[in-house]
């Protein structure tokens, strides 16, 4: 069942035009470790705890799709990282994660966890600070006035005929 939900992710992910912008947000129940030589092109420095079975599927996926698991690019205490806590031991464990392209990286100035929001659930709250630039829009140039041609007007042959068409136009 992992492995399709990860096939169907894969198929998701490779129908995003490379020029989009993607945000992965979710509980993937995948401990990611700090093990940063492991997958350099899809980990930081500061991912915590053990890496368990789904959180190798996840480095696998992330490493074929050229992504990045950004909670693990920023430094900070580890209580800002975890995001569940195990009912019965009471350990915390980061499990929800914010997942970029990796072209994309630099765009994200900070994720973490909030512990005190008021949610119905046994998670805790991750938000990313995400700088977006807009594109410059291109608008269309207005279209320039058609220009008359006058150099017929010196020609008096030209202007007679001119004169006498707008005659009969008038009556």
């Not at 997942?99 to 990313?128: E, G, N, Y």
Request: charged share 25%; hydrophobic share 30%.
């Amino acid at each position: 069942e992992k492995d399709k939900f990860y096939d169907t992710l894969h198929q998701v992910v490779k129908g995003i035009p490379p020029t989009k912008q993607l945000f992965l947000l979710g509980d993937f129940n995948a401990r990611v470790n700090a093990d940063n030589n492991s997958w350099p092109d899809c980990l930081g420095y500061f991912g915590i705890g053990k890496m368990n079975i789904n959180g190798q599927q996840l480095h696998e996926f992330c490493a074929q799709d050229q992504l990045c698991i950004t909670n693990s690019y920023f430094a900070g205490k580890d209580c800002h990282k975890v995001s569940w806590r195990h009912p019965r031991s009471g350990h915390w464990h980061q499990l929800d994660l914010v997942i970029v392209k990796r072209k994309d990286l630099p765009s994200v100035q900070k994720t973490r966890t909030f512990h005190s929001a008021d949610c119905d659930t046994d998670h805790s709250l991750i938000i990313s600070k995400v700088k977006i630039t807009a594109k410059k829009l291109h608008r269309a140039k207005p279209r320039s006035k058609p220009k008359i041609n006058t150099t017929n007007t010196k020609n008096q042959r030209m202007c007679q005929e001119f004169v006498k068409a707008l005659d009969l136009c008038m009556f």
